[in-house]
């Protein structure tokens, strides 16, 4: 495994970033700095990065279904429930992609690789997240294309790219952007509470029969699913 891959499976993150720390001189192998980007460290190695011992890991991508009440953060200051604490210690060490807040439930990726995060993650992309929502009261169908022009949050456009009604107040949403509370904010905006929000799909990758609060590993063909298309 080359050097960059060996401390972004160590959750330093991004191969970019681990080619900035390698060029910069703040890696070493066995007491000697190392800017050889092919440099492949040996199992008895000692990789240190800004003097501190880096343990290699194997890669690990998850699907979480996260329940209500659960914060997507490894701690709390308020010490309230972490996705962390759904899953058993002896797993690498795993940073979540992307989030969901409090009270929504459902799909949540975690993974070791600095890489898939930032894919999955930047702008340049434009990957579907779907959702299920329960709102107060009954949906107006004339609404959805104002949600799918846009109102304005936190300076900038917020777009619901798909609205289909399931029942008379359930809905399932397609979204292409990340900005804080948006399907909670949007609706709010036009006159809905949501009472339930739950996330079953990103991008080919769906949640399933996964039960509330459990956990799997993502197979080859599901990692192959998530790769991101540049947007046009």
Not at 154 to 177: E, N, Y
């Amino acid at each position: 495994m080359r050097l960059n891959r060996f401390l972004a499976a160590a959750g330093l993150g991004s191969r970019r970033h681990c080619d900035e720390l390698i060029a910069t001189g703040r890696v070493t192998i066995n007491g000697r700095v190392c800017t050889d980007f092919s440099t492949q460290p040996a199992e008895r190695d000692h990789v240190k990065v800004n003097g501190k011992l880096i343990h290699g890991e194997r890669r690990l991508d998850i699907m979480l279904h996260k329940p209500a009440g659960f914060v997507s953060t490894r701690s709390d200051p308020n010490a309230r429930d972490t996705i962390f604490d759904l899953l058993p210690p002896h797993l690498p060490r795993l940073f979540n992609i992307g989030r969901l807040d409090a009270q929504t439930e459902g799909l949540l990726l975690l993974t070791n690789d600095g890489d898939l995060a930032q894919r999955l993650t930047h702008p340049r992309y434009k990957i579907e997240k779907e959702y299920e929502i329960t709102l107060d009261h009954p949906w107006d169908p004339a609404l959805a294309l104002k949600l799918q022009k846009g109102l304005m949050l936190d300076g900038q456009r917020a777009r619901i790219d798909l609205v289909h009604s399931v029942k008379p107040t359930r809905l399932r949403v397609v979204l292409r952007q990340g900005i804080n509370r948006q399907i909670r904010r949007m609706f709010f905006a036009v006159g809905y509470e949501v009472k339930k929000l739950v996330r079953t799909r990103i991008g080919g990758l769906r949640l399933g029969d996964l039960p509330r609060a459990h956990w799997r590993p993502l197979s080859k063909a599901e990692l192959k699913s998530l790769k991101p298309r540049r947007s046009e």
